[in-house]
């Protein structure tokens, strides 16, 4: 009898099945009378027997009937999710952010040159030096002695950034000089000046955008452009004396103070106070990229206020064209013969976009002092002038360029 009437029960709750997901009412279907009402309040697991094969599960919340369930299933309660509060950019993101913007400042800091020089023309070459100083301690913060050490250990990339820069550089110095002078006919001393363009050490810019674009690759590039700033006083001569045709003498120490006050002397503060104080560091690094964005726009627009007349004269417009395919091409060229001879290697890469930048950016302002000092027609400084603010516009736009290809 026990077998039969619980076979009998099985069938009575198949069959109404349907009715168990119905919203519980205070008098269930079928109960003959109110006696079969469960009385609020209840717990959650109060149970009331009504109709024989149904358990009845009424649950109270916030004053309302929420269910019934079989007397098979498990109670069904759904996990209340946490509200996740909505992130909010933070003061310290947005300075850190900062240098996603450094080309746009770029660009607007030239027009402004070229509309009103006066914005810029007060900062003169005296705060260069300190100006670029500040922009290598922005790397030695975020770098460390590991970083350097390991690049010195890449003697091949460090002799293709060489070549690069005493080798291809100069060819396209030489070649655009020529064109300068033959195919737009323009005076030999515009040509000499495109050509000594050509002949000086890469630019500290170029350490600065490599940081941007690939971080790790900076203490390669910082490696590289103190080589090729350190042998510029005796490479610059030779090949001003091959390609000019006029030895011009460079001061050995002013050079080497050069190198110490822009380059060693604040990498190597930024490496020691990461080392030895990081608090600090951390403290302060977020400062460092707004601050790193205002120093690059002084750097790109003051030359070119400094020099507007240079740049509007009336040869301004066609040795403006060459100093920007000659750069283009030195940019274009350090990438590819990168690719070519590196193409086995796992950071090939980023190691064609640091040396792209070592080739196509150089000390363009020594090349500019060079000219006012040891060149008696003005003409000559005037494709240095042009170069400082062309390689620095086309630097910083590959920045934005592969930057935003990366991400």
């Keep these: 009898m026990m077998v039969v009437k619980t076979i009998v029960a099985q069938l009575l709750l198949h069959h109404h099945h349907y009715r168990y997901n119905q919203p519980s009412r205070f008098f269930p279907r079928n109960c003959s009378s109110e006696s079969a009402r469960i009385e609020f309040p209840i717990r959650p697991l109060n149970l009331s027997l009504c109709c024989g094969s149904r358990l009845i599960i009424h649950t109270r919340a916030s004053g309302e009937i929420s269910g019934r369930i079989d007397q098979d299933e498990p109670p069904n309660y ?43 023309t007060w900062f003169t070459s005296r705060y260069y030096a300190p100006a670029l ?5 922005a790397v030695g913060l975020n770098s460390s002695e590991k970083d350097f050490v390991e690049a010195l250990n890449r003697p091949t ?19 655009f000089g ?13 040509g000499a000046g495109i050509m000594l363009a050509s002949c000086v050490s890469g630019a500290q810019l170029s350490n600065y955008a490599t940081f941007l674009t690939d971080p790790e690759m900076a203490p390669l590039s910082i490696v590289m452009t103190s080589l090729s700033t350190a042998t510029a006083v005796l490479v610059t001569p030779l090949l001003s004396l091959l390609l000019i045709g006029k030895r011009l003498p460079v001061d050995v120490q002013g050079m080497v103070s050069n190198i110490l006050q822009i380059v060693v002397s604040p990498v190597a503060a930024g490496l020691l106070l990461n080392r030895f104080l990081p608090r600090i560091s951390s403290a302060i690094r977020p400062f460092l990229p707004p601050l790193s964005v205002l120093v690059t726009s002084l750097c790109v627009g003051a030359p070119l206020a400094i020099n507007i007349d240079s740049v509007l004269s009336p040869f301004g417009i066609s040795v403006l064209l060459l100093v920007i395919v000659f750069h283009l091409s030195a940019f274009i060229l350090g990438y590819a013969f990168t690719g070519i001879a590196f193409h086995n290697s796992p950071d090939v890469k980023p190691l064609q976009r640091t040396l792209s930048y070592e080739t196509g950016m150089q000390s ?5 002092a060079l000219a006012n000092k040891f060149f008696q027609d003005p003409l000559v400084g005037v494709p240095p002038a042009i170069s400082v603010v062309i390689m620095s516009l086309m630097g910083f736009s590959l920045v934005m360029i592969w930057a935003k290809k990366k991400g």
């Design 157 to 175: 990339a460090i002799l293709a950034g060489y070549i690069g820069q005493f080798v291809l550089k100069p060819f396209l110095g030489y070649l």
């Design 133 to 137: 100083g500040f922009l290598m301690f």
């Design 178 to 190: 020529t064109m300068a002078m033959t195919t737009f006919g323009l005076p030999t001393s515009l």
């Design 364 to 368: 363009s302002l020594l090349a500019l």
């Design 78 to 120: 759904a996990p209340i999710s946490p509200q996740i509060p909505e992130h909010k950019a933070s003061f310290v993101d947005v300075l850190k952010k900062a240098n996603s913007v450094l080309p746009q400042v770029v660009l607007a800091s030239t027009i402004l040159a070229l509309v009103y020089p006066p914005s810029f």
